[in-house]
């Protein structure tokens, strides 16, 4: 059984860029949550979808946006690039009625 | 509001030691509660969790027990391996209206744990 994907894995951007981060998630999971996690603030809850609606949010600006697709495959943006926003975005997926989540192995933005 | 405090790292300990890592929680109602491990290059796994007062949560020789009454999810394992050397992070689920599966997470513990 395939685990949870993102891609990609690993990208360079620089200031004022815009990124899109990719997330498919376990066959038969419908809630895509997404995770930020830096050396300074840890982890740190963006937004979680479950069939195609936000269902929470976190406390980001709303450079931070995301979507989910009928297919459950999900994908997050970030738009106008800060330094700041260099970390490792985590993606979890989870079955229904179970909030046990299964992460992804993340992808790590750095932003020169 | 929620929030999770675990003891800080690193741990360091010699192979066979026993471990604990301590985790205290604020929450409203009644979290689930877990332990995550990520391991150097990877993403989160559970490790375990617990739904409810005075659950038991175990895996891999690793258990932690739902303390209501010290609002406490503490970590332990009688004998560990260079192999759990790894972040740790203690997290709950906060118990809300709707459904949701957002995670407030700790610091993370780092163990180092030498032969």
């Known amino acids: 059984k395939a685990g949870v994907t993102q891609t990609p894995r690993y990208l360079i951007k620089t200031r004022g860029q815009q990124v899109t981060l990719s997330c498919s998630p376990i066959s038969g999971h419908r809630s895509v949550s997404w995770y930020q996690q830096t050396p300074g603030q840890g982890l740190q809850f963006l937004f979680e979808?479950?069939?195609?609606?936000?269902?929470n949010k976190g406390n980001f600006p709303g450079r931070f946006s995301g979507r989910q697709f009928s297919n459950s495959r999900s994908e997050m943006n970030v738009s106008t690039l800060e330094l700041g926003d260099s970390a490792l975005y985590l993606c979890a997926s989870s079955p229904p009625g179970a909030n046990v989540l299964t992460f992804g192995a993340g992808s790590r933005l750095t932003v020169l | 509001g929620n929030s999770v405090t675990q003891m800080e790292g690193p741990v360091t300990l010699s192979e066979e030691a026993f471990l604990t890592i301590n985790c205290t929680y604020t929450?409203?109602?009644?979290?689930?509660l877990f332990w995550y491990v990520q391991y150097p290059g990877e993403g989160l796994q559970l490790l375990l969790k617990?739904?409810?007062?005075?659950d038991k949560g175990s895996n891999k020789g690793f258990e932690a027990t739902y303390r209501k009454e010290t609002t406490s999810f503490h970590l332990e394992k009688g004998s560990v391996q260079v192999s759990d050397s790894a972040v740790y992070f203690c997290?709950?689920?906060?118990?809300?209206?709707?459904?949701?599966?957002?995670?407030?997470f700790g610091t993370g513990t780092l163990l180092a744990v030498q032969p």
């Open positions: 979808y479950f069939s195609e609606t936000q269902r």
């Open positions: 929450a409203t109602g009644y979290p689930s």
């Open positions: 617990a739904t409810k007062a005075d």
């Open positions: 997290a709950l689920t906060p118990r809300v209206g709707g459904a949701t599966n957002k995670l407030i």
